[in-house]
């Protein structure tokens, strides 16, 4: 089996799954008593949320190791991550808007935590564009790998200085120190989501990354031409 | 370490003669400076808003802008005639090279500062006499960190296609960071609140400027090689 049909399983496996979540969510999971149906976008907020932020992070480390090895396979795969990543930040900044409506009687206000997922969004697509301006693949590798470890660095760095205004975002429920504070029934749907965009992100890079090794029209392999 | 700075003084003094000599740059980046305050002028109303509450963010969206514009102006330098295969065929450390434009970005940076503050003063006539070597201090923390990294990135950009669009896109989520921190502390500065209000901000700013002047320190070699 070719990696672009091994991507295209892992995606299909992902997208059905993805429709369970969704099947469980709204049937199977009670409904939160102070924000009724809006909250079952926390299932698929979430787990793009915490995809948007490992794919910066596998961006940068994929840079590291590049500069290093100097393996052209790490810089398609920092490419692929980098891409779905935009899309995962999209995701996020899509549904939460959405959420922010019903919720907050806004769809957007200049909160911590919306203005680091904007400024990685923002950072995602300038690294793309520098990926597009290059046409010499090694350089191009270079520089997106420059671009991608800074780009990591920041990251905690835009955290703390939107950390430091008050946040009207709810806090973490999940991903904190002490025990997770929601029913089990929501949090076995929102742990089966965060697995099933684990595997949508495992089947999106794959295919991206087997486009990559597609030749383009000058004959020789294209990682990352946007 | 003698060496090493001799060497990037070398650099640094060259970038300045040839500024100091021709003075166009600085010339077009003072008028910049000027026009930007001239034009926040009549962007707001004076009735509706007082001017000390929009202080900060004048001064730091001017500041932001001009430091962006002259950083082009580096390395566009050295791709007259070759220059900068010049200057990596001499016997210069490639870390040298980058602190030697750091320098001579930082004093250009400054010089237009040096003018844009009293501008500032003078235009919207805000009281900064008691308040004038904190502030000074914060410019020179939030500019230290700009310049680190535009330095870097406009040795990557300098290659690509649409070089000074690139710039921009690409530094403006970095210049987030630093920018929150010093529009908070000169506001905090401005309406006469103690240092002691702003160490979460100033450390957010040392710690940027200590991790991005490491960082591009580093990865400098990997822009400018063939």
């Known amino acids: 089996m070719s990696l672009t049909q091994k991507g295209r399983w892992i995606t299909l496996v992902a997208l059905v799954s993805l429709a369970a979540v969704y099947v469980r969510a709204l049937a199977f999971t009670p409904l939160e008593r102070l924000q009724g149906p809006a909250q079952k976008i926390f299932y698929l907020h979430v787990p793009a949320a915490i995809w948007t932020e490992a794919a910066m992070i596998l961006v940068g480390l994929a840079g590291i190791f590049y500069l290093f090895l100097k393996d ?45 997922t904007l400024l990685l969004f923002f950072l995602y697509v300038g690294y793309l564009l520098v990926r597009g301006a290059v046409r010499d693949p090694d350089l191009r590798a270079r520089y997106a790998a420059v671009l991608g470890i800074c780009g990591m660095c920041l990251v905690p760095f835009i955290h703390m200085s939107v950390y430091l205004f008050r946040t009207l975002h709810p806090q973490p429920i999940i991903l904190k120190p002490s025990a997770p504070s929601l029913p089990s029934s929501m949090l076995v749907t929102w742990l089966f989501s965060l697995a099933t965009f684990t595997l949508l992100y495992v089947g999106f890079v794959t295919q991206r990354y087997a486009l990559s090794l597609q030749p383009d029209a000058h004959g020789e392999g294209s990682p990352g031409h946007v | ?109 400054a010089v237009v500062e040096g003018v844009g503050l009293p501008l500032f003063v003078l235009f919207f006539d805000v009281p900064v006499g008691r308040v004038l070597v904190p502030l000074i201090g914060v410019i020179a923390l939030a500019t230290l960190g700009f310049v680190a990294v535009g330095t870097l990135f406009s040795a990557l950009v300098i290659r690509t296609r649409f070089a000074e669009l690139l710039l921009v896109v690409i530094l403006l989520p970095f210049l987030v960071p630093p920018l929150i921190g010093a529009v908070q502390v000169t506001a905090r500065l401005l309406g006469g609140r103690p240092l002691s209000e702003s160490v979460g901000y100033l450390k957010l700013l040392a710690a940027y400027d200590i991790v991005f002047i490491s960082l591009a320190s580093f990865l400098f070699r990997f822009t400018v090689d063939e």
Not at chain 2, 6 to 23: C, H, I, N
Not at chain 2, 36 to 43: A, C, E, H, K
């Open chain 1, 72 to 116: 052209s396979r790490l810089d398609r795969f920092a490419a692929a991550s980098a891409e779905v990543g935009a899309v995962f930040a999209t995701i996020v900044l899509t549904t939460g808007p959405i959420w922010g409506k019903p919720i907050w009687g806004t769809w957007w206000t200049w909160d911590a935590r919306l203005t680091s």
């Open chain 2, 1 to 109: 370490m003698g060496e090493f700075l001799a060497q990037a003084w070398t650099v640094a003094r060259k970038d300045l003669v040839l500024e100091f000599r021709t003075r166009t740059a600085l010339v077009s980046a003072i008028v910049f400076t000027a026009l930007v305050l001239t034009v926040f002028n009549f962007g707001r109303d004076p009735t509706a808003v007082p001017t000390i509450d929009l202080a900060p963010t004048i001064l730091w969206v001017t500041f932001t802008f001009a430091a962006m514009l002259t950083l082009n102006r580096a390395f566009q330098l050295e791709l007259e005639n070759q220059a900068l295969e010049g200057l990596l065929v001499s016997p210069l450390s490639r870390t040298s090279l980058y602190w030697g434009k750091l320098i001579a970005n930082l004093v250009f940076v």
